[in-house]
């Protein structure tokens, strides 16, 4: 059996063809491919997830932090109401006091 050289021509030619498009679709997938960024940071879900839950205690601290800031306002405002009201009270003590004391003077 003579091999037809139409034949092998052909064979030949259709290798070469395929071999050509596989090498091509080989290059096309590998420009297309995804490449990481240099420039970017990648995280994975469980980092991503553990960013999330940090974030949601903090928010929960800074919630307790502002509540117990705004209770200790309140209690600086009661004391600073009480303080200004014992002034006061002693304030008008010391006049009287004053008052006391210059009538007692002015008598001897």
């Given at each position: 059996m003579d091999p037809n050289p139409?034949?092998?021509?052909?064979?030949?030619?259709?290798?070469?063809?395929?071999?050509?498009?596989?090498?091509?679709?080989?290059?096309?997938?590998?420009?297309?491919?995804?490449s990481p960024d240099p420039k970017l940071t990648y995280a994975t879900q469980t980092d991503l997830q553990k960013l999330r839950d940090e974030f949601a205690?903090?928010?929960?601290?800074?919630?307790?932090?502002?509540?117990?800031?705004?209770r200790l306002i309140r209690q600086?405002?009661?004391h600073i109401a009480a303080l200004i009201?014992?002034?006061?009270?002693?304030?008008?003590?010391?006049?009287?006091?004053?008052g006391k004391f210059d009538r007692l003077q002015s008598h001897h």
């Open positions: 139409a034949f092998l021509g052909a064979f030949t030619l259709s290798g070469i063809t395929l071999l050509g498009g596989a090498i091509l679709l080989m290059r096309l997938r590998e420009h297309l491919a995804e205690a903090h928010q929960r601290d800074l919630k307790i932090d502002h509540t117990d800031i705004h600086n405002a009661e009201a014992q002034s006061e009270i002693y304030t008008q003590r010391i006049n009287e006091f004053s």
